[in-house]
């Protein structure tokens, strides 16, 4: 069964930084398309990230771009969401996502194109 975890949100002031963690089990993780998405309370469901099965493209929303990083280990089944020069516009609930794509050289922005989610983790950025 194809699972996916999320983890590394918490409570962070204005300007800091957080490192997001997605981990995989139950599928060969290489073939995936990977990204991330964000929620915040009262609003849908918006892209954030995203990053090909070969790891050679990625992805950003214009509110996130340059201070946000994604980044991929194949050999670790991991992805990963470095948060820099957060906002608190930045708080939701950040999730994961894979969409079977083997060597993609693209990814996906729409909800619909990924087929796996996680659970969630909140970041709140607050002073």
């Known amino acids: 069964q194809l699972q996916l975890a999320e983890s590394g949100g918490g409570l962070v002031q204005p300007g800091g930084s957080l490192r997001l963690s997605c981990a995989a089990s139950?599928?060969?993780?290489?073939?995936?398309?990977i990204g991330w998405f964000r929620q915040a309370p009262g609003k849908e469901r918006e892209w954030v990230s995203c990053?090909?099965?070969?790891?050679?493209?990625?992805n950003y929303a214009d509110s996130v771009n340059g201070r946000f990083t994604i980044s991929r280990d194949n050999a670790k089944k991991m992805v990963y969401l470095q948060m820099n020069s957060l906002k608190p516009e930045d708080t939701a609930i950040y999730y994961c996502?894979?969409?079977?794509?083997?060597?993609?050289?693209?990814?996906?922005?729409?909800?619909?194109?990924?087929?796996?989610w996680g659970q969630g983790t909140q970041v709140t950025v607050s002073s």
């Open positions: 996502a894979a969409d079977r794509r083997p060597f993609a050289s693209v990814c996906y922005t729409r909800i619909n194109d990924y087929d796996y």
């Open positions: 139950g599928f060969t993780w290489n073939y995936y398309v």
């Open positions: 990053i090909s099965s070969t790891g050679g493209r990625t």
